[in-house]
């Protein structure tokens, strides 16, 4: 059974930073590309990175230079580093595997003064 479990959220401040964790299981991690989405409130879900089998990764424009993503096969979990946390930020984060339909909870992140 496939499974994800998100960690890491919380409300910061504008200029704040924040590390979201993933734990996945029920799949061979190691080989498939990993992502993170958000949802912000009365928004549809968004593709925000991703990261590949080897390593190579992608940001969305709007993050690019705040946020990294990153992973650790032994644990079967990835990352998203996010810096510089803006208003717009505020969502709630979900990690996914493609080609798996599974989300998991998800955790909220608010960035608000």
């Known amino acids: 059974q496939v499974r994800f479990v998100e960690s890491g959220g919380g409300s910061v401040h504008p200029g704040g930073s924040l590390r979201l964790t993933c734990a996945a299981s029920?799949?061979?991690?190691?080989?498939?590309?990993m992502h993170w989405h958000r949802q912000a409130p009365g928004k549809g879900r968004e593709l925000v990175a991703s990261?590949?089998?080897?390593?190579?990764?992608y940001v969305v424009d709007s993050v690019k230079g705040r946020f990294i993503i990153s992973r650790d096969n032994s644990k079967k979990t990835i990352y998203l580093q996010m810096n510089n946390l803006k208003p717009e930020d505020t969502a709630t984060y979900y990690c996914?595997?493609?080609?798996?339909?599974?989300w998991g909870q998800g955790t909220q992140v608010t960035v608000s003064s």
């Open positions: 996914s595997a493609t080609p798996f339909p599974d």
């Open positions: 990261i590949g089998q080897n390593g190579a990764t």
């Open positions: 029920g799949f061979s991690f190691e080989s498939y590309t």
